[in-house]
Antibody, heavy 118, light 107 residues
């Protein structure tokens, strides 16, 4: 059984960066394809990007290109999502989720609330 | 980007009722569609993948159908624990996009 445990809530000022972690247990990170999805307060789900095992690259939604970086530390089975140049509209719960193919996100972290406020 | 719409945006039904949610894609996505359930304060849960396949462990009262641009999600007999928001998600084209959600509650 895969378990994903994310880092705690963050409060950031506009213009700052945030790095959210997602620790994997039950499997190794190399066996999984990790994606990130966010949800603004009271709003719907928004896919940010993730690892594409077919070509071995990380793909990002164009909306976040240049501002987001998704990385993995296979020595600790931890995935990271860093979002820079934060603005108030980035206030959201950020989820990591495994993708077993066909965007079927079958395991999810508990979510990390990132609040951007001056 | 492919736009996903859902209707209704919310509904109220009685326990035991049959509940149907529709999801429409802005272009043909074949059967590249998943359905998720999200309860308040919780992460989404995958219920249906590839439009009509029930995820392991999900009760059989949940089902999905459709292909192309029009899809349907059904709860055959609504239970109190089904109170949640339901989202469709397409993965035919990047970026993966979700519908706006349908909030289901008990009348």
């Amino acid at each position: 059984q895969v378990q994903l445990v994310q880092s705690g809530a963050e409060v950031k000022k506009p213009g700052a960066s945030v790095k959210v972690s997602c620790k994997v247990s039950g499997y190794t990170l190399t066996e999984l394809s990790m994606h990130w999805v966010r949800q603004a307060p009271g709003k719907g789900l928004e896919w940010m990007g993730g690892f594409d095992p077919e070509d071995g690259e990380t793909i990002y939604a164009q909306k976040f290109q240049g501002r987001v970086t998704m990385t993995e530390d296979t020595s600790t089975d931890t995935a990271y999502m860093e979002l820079s140049s934060l603005r108030s509209e980035d206030t959201a719960v950020y989820y990591c989720a495994t993708d077993r193919g066909g965007a079927a996100h079958d395991y999810w972290g508990q979510g990390t609330l990132v609040t951007v406020s001056s | 980007d492919i736009q996903m719409t859902q209707s209704p945006s919310s509904l109220s039904a009685s326990v035991g009722d049959r509940v149907t949610i529709t999801c429409q894609a802005s272009q043909d996505i074949s059967n590249y569609l998943n359905w998720y359930q999200q309860k308040p304060g919780k992460a989404p849960k995958l219920l249906i993948y590839d439009a009509s396949n029930l995820e392991t462990g999900v009760p059989s009262r949940f089902s999905g159908s459709g292909s192309g641009t029009d899809f349907t999600f059904t709860i055959s007999s609504l239970q109190p624990e089904d109170i949640a928001t339901y989202y469709c998600q397409q993965y035919d084209n990047l970026p993966v996009t979700f519908g706006p959600g349908t909030k289901v509650d008990i009348k």
